[in-house]
């Protein structure tokens, strides 16, 4: 049997709108592992040693309060405690990162502040932020899927780049929003990482990925001892 136009392009349509939305969830589950190994990662290297340490120190402590020595005994103590207070704010930094509480409250360039703060605290890095949000409401997705983004962004400059400065603008043109970091690190060779296909390592793949389902557009320009930009440009209707 012969099916009618109209029938013929709604079977089309379906089968294109299928494959779009298996496109879309198969990205989303990679942001979402790309994530998970990110929480391992940070509960092994910011939180797993420290604990070990910790461990290690009480049974020191134990030994030497059976031999005696009291004063050892309580330096040691001392030093646990300060271990404690540690793992404690990096909890709490840990989650603030995977949902920033005042998000739903203060808004997205009041959260990236003291995101930027914190980062700040913990290297020699120096931050300038600029940003013209507040006239502009954007969609909670929107918000956290920006969020992650420049968080992605940040953290790959602190562990790779060796930059001193970075130079972040989150600014709102012409029903566009409009994000540009800048770093004057070591840069990298894009041409060679493209040839690999391999964006991982870099963190790239994730926030590629997070402006592709946005439906914006992502760039990155970096030269060896020059630094790097990326800009990300995300349309707002």
Same mark, same amino acid.
């Given at each position: 049997m012969v099916l009618p136009k109209g029938k013929r392009n709604n079977t089309h349509m379906n089968k294109s709108q299928?494959?779009?939305?298996?496109g879309?969830?198969?990205?989303?589950?990679?942001?979402?592992?790309?994530?998970?190994?990110?929480?391992s990662r940070d509960l092994h290297d910011e939180t797993g040693q420290i604990v070990i340490a910790l461990g290690a120190s009480l049974n020191i402590i134990e030994k030497e309060l059976k031999e005696g020595n009291i004063d050892r005994a309580i330096d040691l103590i001392n030093g646990s405690r300060t271990s404690i207070q540690e793992i404690a /704010?990096?909890?709490?930094?840990?989650?603030?990162? +995977? $949902?920033p509480p005042g998000l739903d409250i203060l808004g997205l360039g009041a959260v990236l502040r003291e995101y930027f703060s914190q980062?700040?605290?913990?290297?020699?890095?120096k931050i300038e932020f600029r940003e013209n949000l507040a006239d502009t409401k954007l969609d909670k997705d929107v918000e956290i899927a920006l969020y992650r983004i420049i968080q992605e962004a940040i953290y790959n400059i602190l562990k790779h780049s060796h930059a001193k400065k970075v130079d972040i603008d989150l600014i709102v043109n012409n029903r566009e929003?409009?994000?540009?970091?800048?770093d004057d690190g070591i840069?990298?060779?894009?041409?060679?990482?493209? /040839?690999?296909?391999?964006?991982?390592?870099?963190? +790239? $793949?994730?926030?590629?990925?997070?402006?592709d389902i946005l439906g914006?557009?992502?760039?990155?320009?970096?030269?060896?001892?020059?630094?790097t930009v990326l800009k990300i440009n995300l349309p707002l209707d």
């Open positions: 299928e494959s779009d939305a298996r879309f969830y198969k990205n989303l589950l990679l942001i979402v592992e790309e994530e998970k190994r990110r929480i /704010s990096r909890m709490k930094s840990m989650a603030f990162t +995977l $949902r980062s700040t605290k913990s290297s020699s890095i929003l409009q994000v540009i970091i800048r840069g990298f060779d894009i041409e060679e990482y493209k /040839s690999q296909n391999d964006l991982t390592g870099l963190g +790239l $793949r994730g926030i590629k990925e997070r402006v914006g557009t992502f760039s990155i320009e970096s030269i060896l001892g020059k630094g």
